[in-house]
């Protein structure tokens, strides 16, 4: 039988946690963007999850004893991110008598006609499809109040130093880039050399993912007024989102999307500095382009993140390296809109479905 959403129920939603901090976000932002009460569900997993999305089908034998119980009453959504809650997703909607609408996020490593709406962005290079949709930015989400708060408590540390404020975040080593100490020291004379043309002073910040030695040839080369963090594990007090909050402009590593988009969200202008990828996406055509694009739609085969295509669409939308920035899109809406459609509901925050008359 169909699920029931009548007029006095809102959906059920399930939020898949995962391992991923930016994925676990972005869920939760959502979630909370469209403004039903919501539950989360922490996953885990054990080896079989190495095996191929295919192979594991809709299926949950890849979840460990650690991860949250799943079981009824079966939730009308799910919200998900990436590869490994994909199955799981699958599974539910299965275990639901194929009534739970699936909303996935980033890409998903099978077939995208077993979601109902997938929720990417250009660097995973997701193929074209109806029920695909191709933000610009994440949908990353830093509390308002939370800037606000950091910014009073930092507000009078960085009172000596000249306006206007570039604030400078620094990601790191992932799976598409290494930050080394070569590169790293060119971003702190590229900030420097920008900070004396405006004379102006840094923000400088760290990262989890900045390795040591890029930490201390970046610092090295410095010689400009600056407040310099570097990022620690047990630290309450990380400036990050005063920076976001207080600085004038930006300079943003090219390794993270989510640097770049809450930095854009601020409206300032934002400077990508970008090197070399690990290994950079590679672009098929003819046959050798259908059957690599069959592949990947089937989830046989995971593309390389293509982080140029990403600041492409960035620099088209005039969101970055442009003195006077474009309006940010509204894809956190755009999303919500959609998915309240996807659920038979309109695109106000109202609790009540659409009907058709009788």
């Not at 997703?89 to 077939?111: E, F």
């Not at 930015?137 to 009078?156: Q, T, Y």
Request: charged share 20%; aromatic share 6%.
């Amino acid at each position: 039988m169909p699920v029931d959403r009548g007029r006095h129920r809102t959906p059920r939603v399930w939020v898949l946690l995962g391992a991923g901090a930016g994925g676990n976000a972005q869920m939760i932002a959502l979630a909370e963007a469209l403004g039903w009460p919501y539950q989360t569900r922490q996953l885990s997993w054990n080896a079989f999850n190495h095996l191929p999305n295919p192979v594991i089908g809709a299926r949950a034998f890849t979840l460990d004893r650690e991860a949250d119980a799943l079981q009824p009453p079966w939730p009308d959504l799910v919200i998900a991110a990436s590869r490994r809650s994909a199955p799981i997703a699958r599974w539910i909607k299965k275990q639901s008598g194929g009534n739970t609408k699936l909303v996935h996020l980033l890409h998903t490593q099978m077939p995208l006609h077993h979601f109902d709406l997938v929720v990417t962005l250009a660097q995973f290079r997701v193929p074209e499809a109806a029920n695909v949709q191709r933000n610009t930015l994440p949908l990353n989400v830093i509390d308002g109040a939370r800037k606000a708060e950091a910014a009073e408590r930092w507000r009078g540390r960085l009172a000596c130093l000249p306006r206007p404020w570039i604030a400078v975040l620094v990601g790191g080593d992932s799976s598409s880039y290494t930050l080394d100490a070569a590169t790293a020291a060119r971003l702190g004379r590229e900030a420097a050399r920008a900070a004396h043309e405006a004379g102006g002073g840094l923000l400088i910040t760290t990262s989890k993912r900045t390795p040591a030695a890029a930490a201390d040839a970046l610092i090295a080369a410095i010689d400009c007024p600056a407040e310099i963090y570097r990022w620690r594990a047990d630290d309450a007090d990380n400036p990050y989102p005063a920076f976001l909050a207080l600085a004038d402009r930006f300079i943003v590593t090219g390794d993270s999307a989510s640097l770049a988009a809450e930095a854009v969200a601020t409206g300032r202008p934002v400077r990508l500095f970008e090197w070399p990828a690990k290994r950079p996406a590679r672009r098929l055509s003819g046959l050798a382009g259908r059957l690599h694009r069959g592949l990947v739609y089937a989830g046989w085969r995971k593309p390389r993140r293509d982080f140029a295509a990403f600041h492409a669409r960035l620099r088209d939308a005039g969101l970055v390296d442009a003195a006077t920035p474009a309006p940010v899109p509204d894809d956190m809406g755009a999303t919500v809109v959609r998915i309240r459609a996807l659920m038979g509901y309109s695109a106000s925050a109202s609790d009540r479905p659409e009907t058709t008359p009788e």
